[in-house]
């Protein structure tokens, strides 16, 4: 079983940026963002496969980086140019092959985001 462990939430106002990072107790295939905010269904963010592919919503392109570091089997996710539409609760989730095929088999408990106006 894999463990994952979110950090770097926090409270911003718009405009600002947050960098949120996810580390891993083990490896994994593909890793990927969420986010969910209240009333709302759960969102696609960003995700990485360890071979360097990434893949982002149009939500958030151009503000939003995912960004990996395969060694301490962590990820990141820099967002810039931050709206209040944003917030969210920020989860990190795991995959041992392709998501697409398989879903995600771990989640982290999540990183509240709060960005204010």
């Known amino acids: 079983q894999v463990r994952l462990v979110e950090s770097g939430g926090g409270s911003v106002q718009a405009g600002g940026s947050l960098r949120l990072s996810c580390s891993a107790s083990?490896?994994?295939?593909?890793m990927g963002w969420f986010r969910q905010a209240p009333g709302k269904e759960r969102e696609f963010v960003a995700s990485?496969?360890?071979?360097?592919?990434?893949n982002i919503a149009d939500s958030v392109k151009g503000r939003f980086t995912i960004s990996g570091d395969n060694a301490k089997l962590t990820v990141y996710l820099q967002m810039n140019s931050l709206v209040p539409e944003d917030t969210s609760v920020y989860y990190c989730?795991?995959?041992?092959?392709?998501?697409?095929?398989?879903?995600?088999?771990?989640w982290g408990q999540g990183t509240q985001v709060t960005v204010s106006s």
């Open positions: 083990g490896r994994t295939v593909t």
């Open positions: 990485i496969v360890w071979n360097g592919s990434t």
């Open positions: 989730a795991a995959a041992l092959g392709s998501p697409t095929a398989t879903g995600y088999h771990y």
